[in-house]
């Protein structure tokens, strides 16, 4: 299999051929990340179109630090954009005055729920909820980090982690009860 | 024996999951590359981006015509008046010439303080003071010789004239001499109000922050995560692990690093006193910043890059003042407005807020020699403290909000001629 160092290489060569190969490689990963952040399928469609334009544009200021690094670079671009998307289409609320409610949610058994549905019940988390949980579990970006980038303090993201947290978990036992699994 | 977190499983489970693309998406990226090799902005961007470029421009526009508008309010209305009288004087010079014995007992000849007499003396080579009675156009009527009457008088400067150049070599007249020879009920080491009061100084200044800022961050496991963990195999037999210590994961940081603040000006004073000076003006602040995510190892760096527009006010005393050089105090505040802001995520730009306006207050000390009578270079160290302004955007101002600066600049004195 070309390594990344290589297919970068065909790119910045000029091979035309290699973007394409590029977009064959990472298409059905940023297919996925984008339905977690993106609720809508044509929606997902747009965010991926804009990351790959992104992605060709720009990858010769991309700094190449060995074999991974393309893909994570590919995914953060996917993330950021999606971010955009849902923040100038959705309506996100993000508050850390929560009502308070008990967290009496059993853990529910995510392996014996399939990957598909798993990212639809992600995707259905009302926007603030989806975007905190996106990127603390799945980003494994800090509080912190997580306030910066959405603009919101990290005691708010905190907050409404542990609110998708609940939520996601409830959803995933709905859908374990519902199909006897 | 690890017991995880269901949130971990749901990472690991859909961490390298992948799904179909739809038909034709490739065709539509590949259509928009050869339409727009060099558009990596997103078409709603492009939009967003044409409203706040012209609030840039109008801020700007409307920051430069608040100091220019100032500087024109507080220029000083002998400036406007010294032209035609300095006209009227060169019309007025051959009879001068003529009148040479009345000349040195008129008012025409400057009847000065030490301190002025010096100034004028060791830097006015080229241009020559004379005194005019604002009450009467006719400066040069024998009726109004040189009274003691200073709170009606102006001081105007005359271009050379060859005709008085056997003048100005020619000694000075006896009671202008004495004048200037027995002046000591004026140790005061600056100049008089009256005097002082006429320049307006305009400069140019830099400012550089003296402190960069680093901070690296380990990434903790969730509390939640971490009480789910069986540390017995980590631990030394018998013991346990304190609840509230944090557990560091590896492979993951967060690195920040703030570069020193850079500002350069446009800066406007105005003389209040003797000692008291007001200065305004216009300051272009650059921040920049780089965040570091390392994820599994793999570090991804973003850039930020803040432009702020800042209109500072600040006070001076001075404190000293020597042959050539003062020292003085300077306190203020000053307001910045972010005008623009980019952030670039491994190359590619991505969606940046703008700032609030921040607010800080400033102090500190400063020496300003005079490299020629006209021009002054200074060196001012102070603090600078950054007000909370409610934003969430990362930048030096927040993470370092008192810091040491040291401002180097250069001022034209435009009234020069007053001290």
Not at chain 2, 211 to 223: D, K, L
Not at chain 2, 403 to 412: A, F, P
Request: no cysteine; net charge neutral.
């Amino acid at each position: 299999m070309e390594t990344e160092q290589e297919l970068l290489d065909a790119i910045r060569g000029g091979e035309r051929e290699a973007k394409r190969r590029l977009y064959e490689r990472y298409k059905g990963l940023t297919m996925a990340i984008a339905q977690r952040y993106v609720a809508d399928y044509e929606d997902v469609r747009d965010v991926v179109q804009d990351a790959f334009v992104k992605i060709l544009t720009s990858i010769d200021g991309f700094r190449f630090q060995g074999e991974g690094t393309l893909k994570a670079w590919v995914s953060s671009i996917v993330v950021h954009e999606a971010i955009n998307h849902v923040r100038s289409h959705e309506r996100m609320r993000l508050t850390d005055r929560l009502p308070d409610e008990p967290d009496d949610e059993e853990e529910p058994d995510v392996g014996r729920v399939p990957q598909a549905v798993l990212i639809k019940l992600v995707s259905q988390l009302p926007p603030g909820y989806r975007m905190v949980l996106n990127l603390y579990v799945f980003e494994q970006l800090s509080h912190k980090e997580i306030a910066r980038l959405l603009g919101i303090t990290p005691g708010t993201s905190a907050s409404q982690y542990a609110r998708a947290k609940q939520e996601l978990a409830k959803h995933i036992n709905n859908y374990l009860k519902n199909n006897k699994l | 024996m690890t017991k995880k977190d269901w949130t971990e499983q749901l990472r690991e489970r859909l961490a390298d999951y992948e799904t179909d693309a739809p038909e034709g998406l490739w065709a539509d990226i590949e259509r928009r590359l050869t339409q727009q090799p060099s558009n990596v902005v997103a078409p709603q961007k492009q939009k967003s981006a044409v409203t706040p470029l012209w609030q840039r421009w109008i801020s700007i526009a409307a920051l430069v015509a608040l100091v220019a508008g100032t500087g024109w309010w507080l220029w000083p209305k002998e400036q406007t008046q010294k032209e035609p009288l300095a006209k009227k004087e060169q019309m007025q010079s051959k009879p001068l010439a003529k009148q040479e014995p009345e000349l040195r007992e008129s008012p025409v000849r400057p009847v000065r303080t030490e301190s002025s007499l010096t100034t004028e003396n060791k830097y006015a080579p080229y241009g020559k003071k004379v005194r005019i009675n604002q009450t009467d156009n006719n400066i040069l009527s024998p009726s109004h010789a040189p009274a003691d009457n200073q709170a009606e008088t102006e001081w105007a400067e005359v271009p050379p004239q060859p005709q008085r150049s056997s003048q100005q070599q020619s000694p000075a007249p006896p009671a202008s001499r004495s004048r200037a020879e027995v002046s000591p009920q004026r140790p005061s080491p600056l100049p008089s109000p009256t005097k002082n009061r006429k320049g307006v100084t305009i400069g140019l200044m830099a400012n550089n922050g003296l402190m960069a800022y680093n901070h690296t961050n380990g990434v903790q496991m969730s509390p939640e995560m971490a009480s789910r963990y069986d540390f017995s195999d980590y631990l030394p037999p018998g013991s346990t692990r304190a609840t509230e210590e944090p557990i560091w994961l590896i492979g993951y940081e967060e690195r920040q690093h703030h570069d020193h603040p850079i500002s350069f000006g446009l800066t406007l004073s105005y003389p209040l006193t003797n000692r008291w000076t007001l200065s305004t003006g216009l300051v272009y602040t650059r921040l920049n910043s780089q965040f570091v995510n390392v994820l599994s190892s793999t570090p991804i760096t973003t850039d930020q890059r803040l432009d702020y527009l800042g209109v500072p006010l600040n006070v001076q005393y001075h404190v000293l003042k020597g042959k050539g050089w003062k020292a003085y105090a300077s306190a203020g505040a000053q307001l910045d407005w972010n005008i623009r802001a980019k952030r670039n995520t491994e190359g590619v730009n991505v969606n940046a807020r703008n700032d609030h306006p921040q607010w800080s207050l400033a102090g500190g000390i400063g020496v300003e020699y005079d490299i020629i009578p006209l021009v002054g270079i200074y060196a001012e160290p102070g603090l600078r403290y950054y007000l909370k302004n409610d934003s969430k955007v990362d930048n030096f101002f927040k993470d370092q909000p008192f810091n040491w600066t040291l401002q180097i600049g250069i001022r034209l004195n435009l009234g020069k001629e007053g001290k």
